[in-house]
C-alpha cells in the first residue's frame, strides 16, 4: 500500500522579533497580561522587503534540501495562506519560479489556521493516486499586516512565519500519514474574520471602516475552539487504528494559546513532555504553526523513525482539521 510521507521540513521566521515589553509602548497591555492569558512572549514580524513568498521560498528550500531532491523533482507546489503578497500571482507560483521548480503545478489553498492540514491532506491524496509524485506543501502568514496595531485584543496574538515540507510516497507500512479528518462551519464565520480586501466591499468603504484588519470573538472562538480540536483529534487517533491517544509520540497542536493547548492536552491525556510548543516564541503565526513546530521537533530529533504524530488545527471559517503520522 502507498502511503505519503515527509521526506524533508524546513522553516523560516522573520529577523525582527517584538517582544510584550514593546508591544506596552504601542498598545495598552501587558507582558503579565498577554503571557498568562496567551502564554505568548514574543513574535516574528516581517521588515521592508520580506513578504510572505520570501518567507516561503526560504523555508522550502530547506525542506527540499533535507529531502535531498531537486526542485525540478517537484510536480506540485501547494501554498496553504490567508495573506498571500497579492491575489495574483499566488505564492504558489511566486514561489514556484523562486525555486526553480521548472515542473511543478502551484496554487494556494485557503483554510486559515487549519490550511497546512488541509493542503498536506489534499497533496496525500494526489499521491496516493498516483497523480503526484513529490509535493511541495507549505504553510506560510504575514498576519502583521492584517492586525490593527491599535487594537490589543488581536495585535498582540499573531506573527508572521513560514513553514514547508516535501511529501513523497513510501511503501514502507508503519511510515506516512495514516489518516486525515477535515471539518468546516461556516454559520460562525463572522466570530473570526478580515471582512474587506475582497470583492464584496470596495476600498474606500473598506477602509473607511477599517474593515482591513482581522476582529474576533476571542472568547466565542476559544469555546469553540477547545470543542472541536478536542473531537477531531479523537477522530484522527481512531482512524489511524491508535488505541488512544497514549500512543501518540509527539502531538503538534496549533499554536494559538497555551490554555487551549492544554485544555487538549489534557482531555485526550497526553503528557507534557509529547506536547511540543513554542507559542511563546512565536505567537500564532496561522497556517505557518504547525509546519514551524514540526520543523523544528524535526531539527531537535524529537521525531524518530516509526514515531506516532498527530497534528491538530483550527481557524477561521471555522475550518478544523487533523493529521496522523508514523514518522
Ligand atoms: O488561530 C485561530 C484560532 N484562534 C484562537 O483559537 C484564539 C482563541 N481565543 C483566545 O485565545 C482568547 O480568547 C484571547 C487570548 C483572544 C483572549 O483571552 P480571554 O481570556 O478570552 O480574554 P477576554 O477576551 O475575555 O478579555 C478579558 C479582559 C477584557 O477586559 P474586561 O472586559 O474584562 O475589562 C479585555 O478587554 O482582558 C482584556 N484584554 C486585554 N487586556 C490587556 C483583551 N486583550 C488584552 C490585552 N491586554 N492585549
Redesign the pocket.
Known sequence: MVRSAILGTGSYLPKKRVSNKELEEI????DE??KT??GIEARHIISDGETNSVLAQKAAEMAIEMAGISPEDLDLVIAATLTPDMPMPSVACLVQDAIGAKNAGAFDLYA??SGFLYGLTVADGLIRADISKKILVIGSETLSRRVNWKD??TC??FGDGAGAVVLGASSENNRGIMSACLHSDGSLGGL?TIRGLGTRHDLKKTLENEWQYIE?N??E??KH?TRALEAVSIEAIEAAGWADASMIDLFIP?Q??I??IEHMRERLGISRERVFINIDKYG?T?AASIPIALDEANRKGRLFPGARVLMSA???GFTWASVAMRW
Do not use: P
Open positions: 498598545v495598552d497591555t501587558s497580561w498577554i492569558r496567551t486559515t489556521c490589543r485584543t498582540v496574538l473570526l474576533m476571542g472568547r472562538v476559544f475552539a496549533h494559538a494559546n490554555r487551549i500564532n496561522s483550527f481557524g477561521g
